[in-house]
């Protein structure tokens, strides 16, 4: 069985920076990991993903150039990098695991969700 806990959301200023963790107990290590969100009223978004062995990343487009996925299996977790964040960032972001893809439902293990809100 799998579980994840994200940490580190919370309240910033739009043009600053959070670092999401992800906390996995349970045998990830072959499985790739995503982060995704969910604002009220709107789907949940895929965010960025990593395959297994940490080597190949895949970010959404609203958040390109902004948003770094990384990941440490000695420490069994995963890592959101957010920087230069904006309004339209804030959300409930999800850490999940499963297969690499963009899709919410090629994942079968998430975490609670950790909020994210930018003021503007």
């Known amino acids: 069985q799998v579980q994840l806990v994200e940490s580190g959301g919370g309240l910033v200023q739009a043009g600053g920076s959070l670092r999401l963790s992800c906390a996995a107990s349970?045998?990830?290590?072959?499985?790739?990991m995503g982060w995704f969100r969910q604002a009220p009223g709107r789907e949940r978004e895929f965010v960025a993903s990593v395959t297994w062995n940490g080597r190949t990343t895949y970010v959404g487009d609203s958040v390109k150039g902004r948003f770094t996925i990384s990941r440490d299996n000695a420490k069994n977790t995963v890592f959101l990098q957010m920087n230069s964040l904006k309004p339209e960032d804030t959300a409930v972001y999800y850490c999940a695991a499963g297969s690499i893809s963009i899709r919410p439902n090629d994942y079968n293990y998430w975490g609670p969700g950790t909020q994210v809100t930018i003021s503007s």
């Open positions: 349970g045998r990830t290590f072959a499985l790739a």
